[in-house]
């Protein structure tokens, strides 16, 4: 029942959403999120603080991708395959691309409108431009509280439950395996906005970059395999595509939909929280120009998630386990590791990868339900909530939470569906500051 209610509705309101005011918000932007993406990528680049004394453009971005990296980039690729076939990754490129442009809009309008607090420190969101720009202080609270189920579920439970699994495998108990991670995440919520930035700076480029490089390794090692696998990707598509012996296939529908529908979840456009992040990040330029590089940098996340997705794809299609093994989800892509290299110590890659992914997205969560509770209640109930989140990690590891990865998926879609809403009411606000006339110095200088 729960299952076949959301994907009605991931089907037939989330994805032409998504795909609709995409289009619609690349037109009126001039696919801003493809046209400028070097500008994009010398802005995110270029702002870097070392010390970790404040935020940063590029620990905002770090932690976004903490929050996308999850296990389901890894898991969720199977999923894809199995269930949609290799066209499914092209549809994941298109979803990708056009929903990188309500990112552009949803984090512009962060930085517009965002607020200092107590401690000096700015909060923004979708929170407080539906509550500041658009009136819907209602609708802003229950934004707020769908944000925090959806980090207490699919930012910390489910994160828990997806790797415990292999670590279990492992001969690692499940108690041991929460407990440990309650005890790293609690060192790093604790100490605050500095601490989380510090960390996402450094650990999410390492983490990406090594499971960047392992792949690479084993598209090389099959680098004979490569462009047929570009091109059964293409094929299937836009073909219908059977696999077996014809016993089973893939229809082009089939694709399309699954591939929109972890594109989504892989990149979580649409959803928000991303313009809670970026909101945070001090600069000393004018709002318009932070408003609008902040805009332009969160479009980069969605491009760097598709390079994981697809190489995952890729090593899952040229070492042939995506089909014909029997194997699901994380077994699939540890088996795939195995095949790659050669050796089964090759599959801990996978179980190593899905622990930090697993950590720096509880983490992120963490932080985005933080400034939730603050909206709601003030800054001295962040305490309590932090105690809390950190307190039933281990109980992701411990049962198994089917249930609540339904429920979390519709909290996540219900925080799309509020704030793409709100981002049709704002965007006339977004192309005000995008005419601006400091645009063409922001935009148009050589890159």
Known sequence: MIDEFKNLLSLYLLIPMVAVVGLAFSLRFRFVQCTHMLKAWKFFIGDRDPSGKRSSSFSAV???????????????????????????????????????????????LGVLYRQKDADGEFV??????????????????????????????????????????????????????????????????????????????????????????????????????????????????????????????????????VGFDRGLFATDVGVGIDSIIHSSVQSKTSMTE??????????????????????????LITTGTWTGTGLESTNLCIEAFKRGFGFEFAGHIITVTLFFFAYTTILTWSFCADKAVEYLFSRKMIRPFQYLFVAIIPLGALFHVGVVWTVADIFMNLMLVINVAGLIGLCRHVMLLYTNPERKRIFLESN
């Open 124 to 257: 923004g969101g979708p929170m407080y431009y539906l509550s500041k720009g658009l009136g819907l202080k209602r609708t802003a609270k229950l934004y707020c509280i769908l944000a925090i189920f959806a980090a207490l579920s699919v930012g910390n439970l489910v994160q828990m439950n997806s790797l415990a699994l292999p670590f279990t495998q492992a001969g690692v108990p499940p108690l041991l395996t929460g407990v440990g991670m309650s005890f790293i995440v609690a060192m790093v919520i604790l100490g605050g906005l500095k601490r989380f930035s510090a960390v996402a700076s450094v650990l999410v480029p390492f983490m990406a970059i090594a499971y960047v490089a392992a792949c690479l390794i084993i598209l090389l090692l099959n680098i004979d395999k490569v462009l047929p696998a570009f091109g059964l990707i293409l094929q299937a598509a836009f073909e219908p595509l059977s696999v077996a012996g014809g016993v089973a296939g893939y229809t082009v529908l089939q694709g399309m939909r």
């Open 290 to 315: 932070t408003a609008l590089t902040q805009g332009l940098i969160s479009t980069l996340s969605p491009l760097i998630v598709m390079v994981v997705c697809t190489l995952t794809g890729l090593v």
């Open 62 to 108: 770090s932690a976004v991708l903490g929050g996308n990296l999850g296990t389901g980039n890894i898991s969720g690729i199977a999923v894809a395959l199995t269930m949609g076939g290799p066209g499914a990754l092209f549809w994941m490129w298109i979803i990708a691309t056009l929903g990188a442009i309500l990112k552009f809009v949803n984090c512009t």
